[in-house]
């Protein structure tokens, strides 16, 4: 029992990074029908910027833990910016060239792991947390790590607010409304494409809270996680329907889930299979995924 | 057929092929281009490699230029090529040529299941499916439940099984010549493919797969037409790969595999043959000689900020296939035609003349 908790708790954290991912990928594949693949970029920016700022900037903050929420501040921060240039210089002179900015975002995450390996080299970072987040909880007989529990309710945090956001502002309602039908938002006389770069920088944010959580779940940040982490959020929005925020939580967690289960009683490995095989039959019965979005109409 | 169609379609790749089948034997040294001279087997291991992978840029560039199907799964099936015919005669003992057959029958089923699995889905989600599917493969790959693939090891051939021509470093020549014959292969497969009734289905799909639809064709069994061909040839270009570097690693199942198929075939050109073979072999030639450019001396005075971005082949590669995106759509091949595009279309409409035209016409 002890050993279920364990796994459902840190399904849960894993799947927390995957919806972290997902969103923004969803959120901007509904809005503008572009399938970022350089969100492995954001989700680096969000990991290397705050162990940049960690090693060099705040290096003198003696609580480490101030050290650390400054740092990942500022590291979301980069990956805010980051999302939005990518939009604003990459994205929007393609306007409407779904393929080629499809390619673009390939390119970029490539140059980028290059760019990443090339400063700072292919051999992990060590990532600098409070000991806290490493230490053990232990609930109803299992020991569960602490950063388990930062990792879900950073997800729900962010989660309610993306929901409060989309279904509460403005700025929501025009995304809302544009993921739906795009072209109506346009002959209303609503500039579409400020939301195209608010989109992208709310995807930076999100990716880079992933990158952050990302180092803390694994103890250090690498070139090659941020692409790694991206296969399985691909899975994630396709099972959760492109372009719903709520499709993309109830399919993050399910493959998390059945990914840490499988892993666990079956042999390691097995649960990413099974993932891939749970992808083809959800393509099978549901071609749109469980929230049903209009996949592949706009490709 | 007409003189200059047996020109354009037959003569031009037999004089390309002819050419580069003699360069091992002209004994040339070219220190600008090769460090060594071009017949030594260092120098023929870099350009057997860079007409391999413009024979498998070509392969993807049947499912992606000429039918339109973005996948990011291309991988797996050279990796089905590179393992399983690998796994065939050094885990079982097979003989080699069990195992080419083998291997290709599997290929083959697979990319026929999973490409009906995939089509259910267009666009990008058709993308991302291939992407997972091979993840997966990857993943078994990497795992290794049965001790066949030897995991980050990789698997390295038991060269008694593999045929003596191909064996050795001294028969590298004979490896590059392998490399060239799949590439003409290929070539030849796939112009007779797009020019074939369904190719040219293939081509209308790309362009626009409603209207097909509407013409009372099924778009989704002729995608996986291509992709099952294509697939299929990929998997014979995994088996040469094979062979090329006497076994089997991980790198041909990372997804970024895939990737840098596509950016050969955007380089070079996408939907065109000469184009997905010429951007094949220039990235690979690059991604070769762009790292003894990183540590030349020139870049070594270079201040750090600079150099850094220089030393790394992917991030130039990366940087130039962006601005290709941005500039030239048409890739390499474009150039050729930007200049002169009534030019390149009056020569297009004298190879293939119209059978009622009875006197030339006259030039406007």
């Known amino acids: 029992m002890s050993t279920f908790l364990l796994l459902t708790i840190t399904g849960l954290g894993l799947g927390a990074m995957y919806f972290l991912i997902a969103s923004g990928l969803s959120l901007i594949y509904g809005l503008m029908g572009v399938l970022n693949f350089a969100h492995g970029a954001f989700i680096s920016v969000g990991s290397y910027g705050t162990w940049w700022f960690s090693a060099n900037l705040f290096d003198g903050v003696h609580s480490i833990l101030l050290r650390w929420l400054l740092s990942s501040l500022l590291g979301l921060a980069a990956g805010a910016v980051f999302a939005g240039l990518v939009e604003l210089v990459l994205i929007r002179p393609l306007y409407t060239r779904h393929m080629e900015q499809v390619l673009v975002t390939v390119g970029l995450s490539i140059a980028f792991v290059a760019l990443l390996q090339g400063i700072w080299g292919n051999d992990p970072k060590p990532f600098v947390v409070p000991a806290w987040l490493h230490e053990t909880t232990t609930v109803a007989g299992a020991h569960i790590p602490n950063d388990r529990w930062v990792e879900i309710a950073t997800a729900a945090v962010v989660l309610a607010s993306l929901q409060l956001f989309l279904r509460r502002t403005r700025y929501g309602l025009v995304i809302r409304a544009g993921v739906e039908n795009r072209a109506m938002v346009q002959a209303l006389g609503i500039d579409v494409r400020k939301a195209f770069t608010l989109v992208f920088a709310i995807g930076g944010i999100a990716a880079a809270i992933a990158g952050v959580l990302s180092g803390v779940y694994f103890n250090d940040v690498s070139p090659d996680q941020g692409t790694n982490l991206l296969i399985f959020a691909f899975i994630v929005v396709v099972i959760g329907g492109l372009g719903s925020i709520g499709g993309s939580a109830v399919a993050a967690l399910v493959v998390a889930l059945t990914q840490q289960y499988t892993n666990y009683y079956a042999s390691a490995g097995v649960g990413d299979m099974v993932v891939v095989l749970l992808l083809g039959l959800v393509l099978l019965a549901r071609p749109r995924g469980f929230a049903g979005a209009v996949v592949g109409a706009r490709a | ?364």
């Open chain 2, 1 to 364: 057929m007409s003189r200059r169609l047996l020109v354009h379609d037959w003569l031009i790749p037999l004089v390309v092929f002819g050419v580069l089948a003699a360069v091992p034997e002209l004994h040339l040294s070219i220190p600008k281009l090769f460090d060594q001279p071009v017949s030594s087997p260092g120098t023929m291991q870099l350009l057997a490699a860079c007409v391999l992978f413009g024979a498998l840029a070509l392969t993807y560039d049947l499912q992606f230029g000429y039918t339109g199907l973005l996948s990011f799964g291309h991988a797996l099936y050279i990796a089905i090529g590179v393992y399983l015919s690998n796994i065939a005669i050094t885990d079982w003992h097979w003989s080699f040529w069990e195992g080419v057959l083998f291997t290709m029958g599997v290929a083959f089923m697979l990319a026929n299941v999973l490409g009906f699995v995939s089509m259910r889905v267009g666009g990008i989600a058709f993308a991302m499916v291939t992407l997972a599917f091979a993840q997966a493969g990857a993943v078994l790959a990497l795992k290794d439940p049965h001790h066949w693939t030897h995991g980050e090891e990789g698997l390295g051939a038991d060269y008694t099984k593999l045929p003596k021509a191909f064996v050795g470093i001294l028969n590298t020549k004979n490896l590059y010549w392998l490399a060239l014959a799949f590439l003409a292969f290929v070539f030849f497969v796939v112009r007779w493919a797009v020019e074939s009734s369904p190719g040219r289905v293939w081509q209308a799909i790309r362009e626009n797969e409603q209207r097909v639809a509407v013409l009372g064709m099924r778009p989704n069994l002729h995608k996986v037409q291509a992709f099952v061909l294509s697939s299929t040839l990929a998997a014979g270009g995994g088996i040469v790969y094979m062979l090329l570097y006497n076994g089997s690693t991980l790198a041909v199942t990372a997804p970024n595999f895939t990737l840098t198929l596509l950016l050969m075939v955007v380089i070079g050109g996408a939907g065109s043959r000469w184009g997905a073979v010429l951007g094949g072999i220039l990235y690979t030639y690059l991604n070769d000689r762009l790292v003894a450019v990183g540590s030349s001396s020139t870049v070594e005075g270079l201040p750090h900020a600079l150099r850094t971005p220089l030393e790394q082949p992917l991030f130039l590669l990366g940087v130039i296939f962006i601005l290709i995106v941005f500039f030239l759509p048409g890739g390499l091949v474009g150039i050729a035609s930007r200049g002169r595009p009534s030019g390149l279309r009056r020569l297009q409409d004298a190879i293939r003349p119209e059978p009622t035209l009875t006197a030339p016409q006259e030039d406007a």
